[in-house]
């Protein structure tokens, strides 16, 4: 805060030099409160402490909420952004903590996507009683041996000393969906982009999700 507010100029006016040394201070310490906050969050999904406020939520909600609050990031990476839902239907889930999700794949599919590429969130019923949501992008795509890596604590999409992530956004996305009894995963080819997806269960009981996960545990340990 004490950065921010010399970063503001409350001090006053500070020599160009002593300004940018204050703002790259300030970018380190937002970046170091991301990593804490991720750290706990994960933390509290592994042990199975991180409550969920089920209800009733439609699908096609949940993908406008989060093209909405992606809407700015894509404008300015001058990327085109689709809306598509085949069906509506109502799925039990915390709609934030899902919201979070499907925000935290299309940020990435904007970090990584050409100017003037198109990203599309999507929602369809894959096979019986399964919602599949998608968020396809045309970026460079991943190599099949990195894959496995993505959703693993600490590893980013893509190795680069410039990578603003914490390295625990997918695996925390993978943690939301262990605990809403759903999956997660992703198909990329090199040159023609990636899809990650979130699958969750259109019906299923309540106190499966409300309870301890060890599955959950034993997969993020």
């Given at each position: ?5 010399m970063?503001?100029?409350?001090v ?15 970018d ?6 991301r ?9 509290k999904f592994?042990?199975g402490?991180?409550?969920l ?6 699908a096609?909600?949940l993908v406008?909420?989060a093209?909405?609050?992606?809407e700015?990031?894509?404008a ?8 598509e ?5 109502l ?10 999700v499907?925000v935290?794949?299309l ?7 050409p100017e ?6 999507r ?8 919602m ?14 990195d894959?496995?890596?993505?959703f693993q604590?600490?590893q980013q ?8 992530g914490?390295?625990?956004?997918l695996a925390?996305?993978?943690?939301i ?22 699958e969750?269960p ?12 060890k599955?959950?545990?034993?997969a993020?340990?």
């Open positions: 805060a004490s950065l921010r507010l970063e503001g100029g409350l006053g006016n500070l020599p160009e030099k002593a300004k940018g040394m204050v703002t790259i201070g300030r380190s310490c937002d970046r170091l409160i990593l804490i906050g991720d750290l706990l969050d994960l933390s592994e042990a402490k991180m409550p406020a089920l209800k009733a939520v439609q096609k909600s406008s909420r093209a909405s609050e992606c700015g990031t894509a300015n990476a001058q990327v085109k952004l689709l809306e839902c085949d069906e509506d239907c799925i039990l889930a915390d709609g934030d903590r899902i919201l979070q499907l935290n794949l940020s990435n599919a904007f970090k990584f996507s003037g590429s198109t990203v599309t969130i929602a369809r019923q894959f096979g019986e009683n399964r599949r949501f998608s968020v396809k992008d045309q970026g460079p795509g991943i190599a099949k041996n894959l496995e890596k993505l604590k600490f999409l893509h190795n680069s000393a410039n990578a603003e914490t390295g625990l956004g925390i996305c993978k943690a969906a262990g605990q809403h009894m759903g999956d997660m995963g992703v198909s990329s080819v090199l040159g023609e982009g990636s899809e990650f997806w979130l969750l259109i019906n299923y009981q309540h106190e499966k999700v409300s309870s301890t996960s599955d959950l545990q034993a993020n340990s």
